[in-house]
């Protein structure tokens, strides 16, 4: 059964960083893209940050440019998330997303064919 797990989250502080981690199948990580999405309280979720393929395409959101990197390890069938500087508006709850088709943007949530359970993130001010 293919699935995604994540790891990583926790209680930080303004500024300070945070690894996430995307552990996925065999089958699932050989999924076209791979995104990190995210879904504060009261609010829809939305892309953090996707990567294509074998990384040679990555996508970010305007909010987290220049802050966040993700990456893969194909050896470890594992996707990353390094988020630095972080700002009590990146709390939320943070997914992991997998889909085999290449068509449709990154951030559209129906075309994912897997979700992890996700992962909490809270930054305190």
């Known amino acids: 059964q293919p699935h995604l797990v994540e790891s990583g989250g926790g209680l930080v502080q303004t500024g300070a960083f945070l690894r996430l981690s995307c552990a996925a199948s065999g089958r699932t990580f050989r999924s076209v893209v791979i995104a990190w999405f995210r879904q504060a309280p009261g609010k829809e979720r939305e892309v953090v940050a996707g990567i294509l393929g074998n990384g040679e395409s990555t996508y970010y959101a305007d909010s987290v440019k220049g802050r966040f990197t993700i990456s893969r390890d194909n050896a470890k069938n594992t996707v990353y998330l390094q988020m630095n500087s972080l700002k009590p508006e990146d709390t939320a709850v943070y997914y992991c997303?997998?889909?085999?088709?290449?068509?449709?943007?990154?951030?559209?949530?129906?075309?994912?064919?897997?979700w992890g359970q996700g992962t909490q993130v809270t930054v305190s001010s």
């Open positions: 997303a997998a889909r085999q088709s290449r068509a449709g943007h990154v951030g559209q949530i129906d075309s994912y064919d897997y």
